[in-house]
């Protein structure tokens, strides 16, 4: 049976140009941050992780050697695959006409559309398996199980908190009765597709992570601060980090303000991991 990793210790890419430079980057369980100037490879970095993994399909990052001189490596050792995924902050319109014929919700225009498009699904299946491990609790005819049913929704109540708290100043607020994901802003309803870039940004990363459901995971963002408020960036991974606490992340970032709360010395340069 395949054993889950915890997170991924290092990532080696051979010749990230070609006949270039070898990079070794060795990875903390919890936050990772590269950093460096424009055109030194980061993003190359994250994209070169993602796209030359087995089993992209899946959202499973295989440990050992895969596609494009890319080695990951797994923690523990003797762990098979890791389930990940990855942020695109970039709001830009959807072009591949191929995929706007078979959408159903004509609201889909952007890239950050349709990733929200994707976790209302992932959130509906969010929402039946707390359901499940709730009446599974309940049912269990133990009287300890009753305080643990009660804790289970716990991580969507916070959620709905901190979005609540995230849009306090437009008076925007999630609606809790809803199975999908929508807001109510003085008396009306909005759906997730008619909020601003910085905002469906937000509820991306945020919705990504809540639907974890509190797994061991790896999160890839390439430079997640575009479109948020400097406030917003400062408080990101603490947020990430609430809602799911074993989550690692992955990002590169050119912005201060997001390592400010206390994750300088979570920051890697790029001169740190290729050779010369």
């Not at 306090?168 to 999908?180: F, G, L, P």
């Not at 609430?242 to 206390?262: C, H, R, V, Y």
Request: hydrophobic share 40%.
């Amino acid at each position: 049976m395949a054993k889950k990793a915890e997170y991924i210790s290092r990532i080696e890419i051979n010749a990230l140009w070609q006949g270039g430079r070898h990079i070794v980057w060795n990875l903390r369980p919890d936050v990772n941050i590269l950093s460096g100037i424009n055109g030194v490879g980061k993003s190359t970095i994250i994209n070169h992780s993602v796209h030359g993994l087995n089993n992209i399909d899946n959202g499973e990052i295989t440990s050992g050697e895969v596609m494009h001189g890319i080695r990951i490596k797994l923690f523990p050792d003797d762990a098979d695959y890791i389930k990940y995924d990855v942020i695109r902050s970039f709001d830009r319109p959807l072009l591949h006409s191929d995929l706007l014929e078979k959408l159903a919700d004509s609201r889909v225009k952007t890239e950050l559309d349709w990733q929200i498009y994707k976790l209302q699904k992932r959130f509906l299946d969010y929402q039946v398996n707390v359901g499940n491990k709730i009446i599974e609790l309940l049912t269990s005819g133990k009287a300890e199980d009753a305080t643990k049913a009660a804790l289970v929704s716990q991580p969507k109540t916070k959620f709905q908190d901190i979005m609540d708290n995230l849009f306090s100043d437009t008076k925007k607020k999630i609606d809790r009765k809803s199975n999908e994901i929508q807001f109510s802003q003085y008396g009306d309803t909005l759906t997730p597709y008619q909020l601003s870039s910085g905002e469906k940004q937000m509820l991306v990363i945020l919705l990504t992570v809540l639907v974890q459901d509190n797994q061991h995971y790896v999160l890839f963002m390439d430079e997640p601060e575009i479109s948020l408020h400097i406030d917003w960036q400062q408080r990101l991974i603490c947020l990430i980090r609430e809602l799911n606490p074993n989550a690692q992340i992955i990002l590169t970032t050119l912005s201060p303000a997001l390592i400010m709360d206390g994750w300088v010395g979570n920051v890697t340069e790029m001169n740190e991991i290729a050779d010369r």
